[in-house]
């Protein structure tokens, strides 16, 4: 059972377009979610988190939108550019005994962005 | 300075044999983690640990064996290994105070192939 899933699984954006992944969850004890940005050949690296207490968190062009009673979150990138391009996790973890805070991630949406 | 560093970076080895993956974070954090990203992408949590507790990923073989020698490293041990082992395997680490889910920060991975 996918716990955490991710959509589409690719996008291809033009230059200074909007680029929007959506997840949806299934666990309502999740309540950290986070999204990590992939380049080929590296690890992932954090890009943005949100807790369920807020809808919306914007840092630069990215905004993470979630909605608690539809279970679900997404990322928009605004403006978005060719070093934009990359594969986009969505994750989601819980506080509580056993769990470590473990990420659950979603299945990955590779972005390209053309010029 | 790298934060979570892992070696080797590639390795290639027959089935059957038995390898080691070594991780090393300088962060001063007290939990680590290793993921398998398979050839689709998914990540997927195998094992997470502090000095306190050892999470299992109920999935992962028990020829998957992480040791831990002090806070700062987290090894990955893999015996018998299998055509189906070959993935990119990422170490990361965290700070997990209680309450808080801190960034988990991950290391460049180590691509493996079971020839």
């Known amino acids: 059972q996918q716990q955490v899933k991710q959509s589409p699984q690719s996008l291809i954006v033009q230059k200074g377009g909007i680029s929007i992944i959506n997840c949806a969850y299934e666990?309502?004890?999740?309540?950290?979610f986070p999204w990590y940005q992939q380049f080929p050949g590296k690890g992932p690296a954090l890009l943005i988190a949100i807790r369920p207490d807020v809808s919306e968190k914007k840092e630069g062009r990215f905004t993470i939108s979630f909605n608690k009673s539809a279970k679900q979150f997404s990322v928009h990138i605004m403006d978005s550019q060719p070093g934009d391009s990359a594969t986009y996790f969505c994750a989601a973890s819980m506080e509580e005994s056993g769990s470590q805070g473990n990420l659950i991630f979603g299945k990955g949406t590779k972005l390209s962005v053309k010029p | 300075d790298t934060a979570v560093s892992q070696t080797p970076k590639y390795l290639v080895t027959q089935m059957g044999n038995d390898k080691s993956i070594k991780c090393e974070q300088n962060l001063g954090h007290d939990t680590m983690y290793w993921y398998k990203q398979d050839s689709k992408k998914f990540l997927k949590i195998m094992f997470s640990y502090n000095n306190k507790e050892l999470i299992i990923n109920e999935t992962v073989p028990n020829r998957f064996s992480p040791k831990s020698p002090d806070k700062a490293h987290l090894n990955l041990h893999i015996n018998s290994l299998e055509l189906g082992d070959s993935a990119v395997y990422f170490c990361?680490?965290?700070?997990?105070?209680?309450?808080?889910?801190?960034?988990?920060?991950f290391g460049p991975g180590t691509r493996l192939l079971v020839l």
């Open positions: 666990n309502t004890a999740f309540d950290y």
């Open positions: 990361a680490s965290s700070q997990r105070t209680s309450g808080s889910r801190e960034t988990q920060y």
